[in-house]
């Protein structure tokens, strides 16, 4: 109360006012004039004084509460403030908090009732896939055993059949995604904190895109180092770079390489990904954590073209920070400058500044 400018400048006004009143009194009246003046000028101004702190240890009370609000406290009420125009003013605030949590509490429960439905809907396209995918290796079967198919036929044949089992395993990772998504989105995902072996988490994930790597013939290397841990979710974690090595090995190209290295210091546990793709272009490098962004360059995905829908890295930074971490895009360059591919730096902090 005693910084605040308005308080400083009423009171100074008081002041000279008082003197003068005080001074005016003593010339035309007398000494009596003068000290009764004086003394009602103290008077008033004790009872300002005493009104204007009650007024101030309200707000604070009011500042309080709204804090308080603000950090998740549900338990609070500002019934009770009688005081003129703050008891309006608190009557309009537990209106508006009142309102804030029933909108809060329908989009909880929106989103929880649509990660529900993404749940169904991921169940339900799993006996279709299935039966598409059985159907497929069935169809690919009769083409090579049948006799009245030439070979160029059936080599067309059989490619139409691989272009339709990749698009169908692209629908099925595409939904597994977006039910994760929409899982974190609404709350639902419960993330343990323990302590996390970087290297292990890395391993079980490179084992997990193998096969994947194998057929787009792209070489992975690793290179952990031993003992580089942090606090956090494992499974989550795995998924999490699992997501950023597909994007790097999609971009790679075939003959490509992708190298994770992992290691620690007294900071931070740091996960470094990077391909020998094309790079980042500056247009896109603000744009790739963001969901379904392809880039402008990208064009429209096909069967053979994995180059994603732009929701894995989005996933992976949703997750990174969600175990309280970060993740940074950027491009490899050597010393003179020349792009040597993508780079995402993964960072699990080891303290807290």
């Known amino acids: 109360m005693h910084r ?7 009171s100074a006004g008081v002041l000279a006012i008082s003197a003068a009143a005080v001074a005016a009194a003593y010339c035309f009246v007398g000494d009596a004039a003068a000290a009764c003046v004086a003394a009602t000028v103290i008077l008033l101004t004790c009872v300002f004084a005493v009104f204007t702190h009650a007024r101030y240890q309200e707000l604070s009370l009011l500042s309080s509460k709204i804090d308080a609000i603000l950090n998740g406290d549900r ?3 500002f019934e009770g403030m009688q005081e003129g125009e703050l008891s309006i003013l608190a009557n309009e605030l537990d209106k508006m908090v009142s309102r804030l949590y029933l909108t809060t509490d329908q989009l909880e429960r929106e989103s929880a009732s649509l990660a529900d439905s993404l749940a169904d809907i991921s169940h339900q396209l799993k006996t279709p896939m299935t039966s598409m995918s059985i159907m497929c290796e069935l169809m690919k079967t009769r083409v090579r055993e049948s006799s009245n198919i030439d070979e160029d036929d059936a080599r067309y044949l ?6 339709v089992q990749l698009l169908q395993e692209r629908v099925r990772w595409l939904v ?6 929409a899982r974190i989105d609404a709350g639902v995902v419960k993330l343990a904190t323990q302590q996390v072996d ?3 988490v890395v391993k079980e994930a490179a084992e997990s895109l193998a096969i994947p790597f194998d ?3 792209v070489e992975l290397v690793l290179n952990l180092e031993d003992g580089s841990s942090y606090i956090g979710d494992a499974a989550w974690s795995r998924e ?3 997501n950023v090595m597909k994007n790097c090995m999609e971009h790679a190209g075939e003959g490509g390489c992708v190298e994770v290295s992992v290691s620690h210091d007294a900071l931070a546990c740091r996960i470094c990904i990077q391909d020998t793709g094309p790079g980042i272009s500056p247009e896109d490098l603000p744009h790739v954590f963001e969901r379904f962004y392809r880039g402008e360059d990208s064009g429209e995905a096909t069967a053979t073209d994995s180059s994603g829908v732009g929701i894995g890295l989005s996933l992976a930074q949703s997750l990174v920070s969600a175990q309280g971490g970060a993740i940074k895009a950027s491009n490899a360059r050597d ?3 020349a792009v040597l591919g993508a780079r995402f730096d993964i960072v699990f902090f080891s303290v807290t500044v």
């Open 4 to 10: 605040n400018r308005e308080i400083a400048r009423f």
């Open 75 to 77: 338990n609070l009420s």
């Open 158 to 163: 059989l490619g139409k059949l691989r272009s």
């Open 176 to 181: 597994s995604v977006l039910l994760k998504l």
């Open 198 to 200: 970087a290297a292990v």
């Open 215 to 217: 057929l787009a013939n």
């Open 240 to 242: 999490a770079i699992l």
């Open 335 to 337: 010393r003179d400058g």
